[in-house]
């Protein structure tokens, strides 16, 4: 994974158009709120394999960045995005780390399910 670049990420998100994709998206503070204020909630969100259509994907910002997916009667975003990466397999990987290197959010789209 490597810092975002919008131009990229935004012909990767323009080819999945009107197709089928997997969706995996997770946020979270994790435990690390819990080591720096006693009492701090930890909160999570975490969805995988979420089969979604998108008429439109846009990335915005000037980093950390924004993804939106535009549904039929929808939206799903991420926002606080830093990184990237298409991979092997096609699957376009997003994730937002934090000043310290932990992940804090993640945003993945795939043609295929995810590995459980």
Not at 32 to 40: K, S
Not at 74 to 86: F, K, N, P
Request: glycine share 12%.
């Amino acid at each position: 994974m490597g810092p975002i670049d919008l131009q990229s990420v935004q012909k990767a998100l323009d080819a999945r158009v009107g197709k089928t994709q997997y969706v995996h998206l997770e946020t979270t503070n994790g435990a690390y709120a819990a080591h720096r204020e006693e009492g701090a909630m930890t909160v999570c969100a975490y969805i995988r394999n979420g089969r979604i259509e998108f008429e439109r994907g846009t990335i915005v910002g000037d980093g950390p960045y924004r993804v939106g997916l535009k549904m039929q009667i929808g939206w799903v975003y991420a926002e606080g995005l830093t990184d990237y990466e298409v991979d092997e397999k096609g699957r376009l990987l997003m994730a937002g780390y934090d000043s310290e290197g932990r992940l804090a959010i993640a945003l993945e789209l795939s043609d295929e399910p995810f590995a459980m």
